[in-house]
Structure formats: C-alpha cells, structure tokens
C-alpha cells in the first residue's frame, strides 16, 4: 500500500492517501510502518510546510521561555544588589534593559518574579 502511494502521481491524492493510510496505521498497523508512512509523508510539500511551521513554533517558544528565565533572573540579581553590568553580562541582556529593570525597582515599578509567574498564568 504504501509503495503504491508513491507511485501517484497526483500530490494531492498522495498526500490524502498517506494521510488515510497514517490515521488507518494509527488504529491498527505496527510502529514501524506507521513510521514509514510518515517519513513518506514528510517528502511530500504539505508535509515538509508543517514541518517547517513546527519547527518555527518551537524555536519561538524557546525564544520566549528563554527570555522569561533571563529576565526573571536578571531581577533576582538585581533584588540581590548586582550591578547593571553584571547582571547584563551574566543574563545575555541588553544593558539598557538591565538599566531599565534597576530603574523599576528604585521607583516603586518592579515586579518581582512570583508576581510576573501569576501575570503569565492569567494572560494564557
């Protein structure tokens, strides 16, 4: 069957028969042949668009967590009495963000990072 599908020539009809045979395998077949359908669905051009968005949507997200951490960090070392140097050089931080951070806390602005955890929950 999934020789047969390569042999389409018609992408959409591939892709759909690859697609039928991926939610079939999902219900009945073996591992590995649920695995070699895919494989051959990721050749095809849909395939390697979803991909591709995945793998966007991953490294964004990773972006963002990473961001998160260093700034929640940044403000730890701030309450800790870091000076904006450091704290820029061992967040990987723009100084001038740092700046701004250390400029919150003296007014009155800076949040600490148990109240930045509950702001996050709420936005999801």
Request: glycine residues 6%; hydrophobic residues 40%; aromatic residues 4%.
């Amino acid at each position: 069957m999934i020789e047969l599908s390569d042999k389409l020539k018609n992408e959409n009809s591939r892709i759909f028969a690859l697609t039928e045979l991926l939610v079939f395998c999902d219900k009945v077949i073996l591992n590995e042949e649920g695995g070699e359908i895919k494989s051959m669905f990721m050749m095809t051009k849909v395939g390697q668009i979803i991909e591709r968005e995945k793998q966007e949507a991953i490294a964004e997200a990773t972006e963002r967590v990473t961001q998160s951490v260093s700034e929640k960090i940044a403000r730890n070392l701030i309450r800790s009495g870091s000076t904006a140097e450091f704290v820029a050089e061992n967040t990987g931080l723009s100084l001038e963000f740092i700046q701004g951070l250390m400029a919150a806390k003296e007014s009155g602005t800076f949040i600490n990072p148990e109240m930045v955890d509950e702001i996050e929950k709420a936005n999801i």
